[in-house]
């Protein structure tokens, strides 16, 4: 039952972004930034399956924007690799390559860091688009 209710609610945001059949020009800078990180990669209300849905649509976003967060020597794209391989060996536990060796991380946590870390890069790249100008020197604000 769990399964099927992380189903819908996958299906669910994908449709209401607009990213059916690969169609993500709906997913704009506005939009990913007023997503609640902890609530859309919360595994324990929302499901592995779910959690990994979210990673999978918002890290292809990041990898082409070249912002991909990358962790101990790790990337967004392989702990999603790693989570996907684990669910479909039934395990409980994924293999995530970390600097040359191989690390058991818990299948809750890897599927939590990969949804984290592909929204998240989004976000922080749309922040620091609206935020950087404003740094600047003479541009009429005081510091």
């Not at 769990?2 to 299906?11: E, F, G, L, N, V």
């Not at 324990?44 to 979210?54: D, E, M, Y």
């Not at 649509?57 to 999603?80: C, D, W």
């Not at 060796?101 to 939590?112: G, N, R, S």
Request: hydrophobic share 40%; with cysteine.
């Amino acid at each position: 039952m769990k399964s099927i209710y992380s189903i819908t609610i996958a299906i669910a945001l994908t449709v209401s972004f607009g990213c059916i059949s690969g169609n993500c020009k709906n997913l704009s800078s506005a939009n990913i930034s007023k997503v609640n990180v902890k609530k859309v990669c919360d595994v324990k209300k929302n499901g592995v399956k779910a959690v990994l849905a979210q990673a999978k649509l918002y890290n292809p976003i990041a990898v082409k924007h070249q912002v991909e967060f990358m962790r101990f020597g790790a990337t967004a794209s392989e702990y999603i690799r790693a989570t996907s391989e684990a669910i479909k060996n039934n395990s409980s536990t994924a293999n995530v390559k970390q600097k040359k060796k191989v690390v058991k991380m818990k299948l809750e946590y890897t599927a939590w860091r990969a949804c984290t870390f592909s929204i998240r890069a989004l976000q922080q790249e749309n922040e620091a688009n609206m935020h950087y100008k404003k740094a600047i020197p003479g541009d009429g604000y005081k510091y």
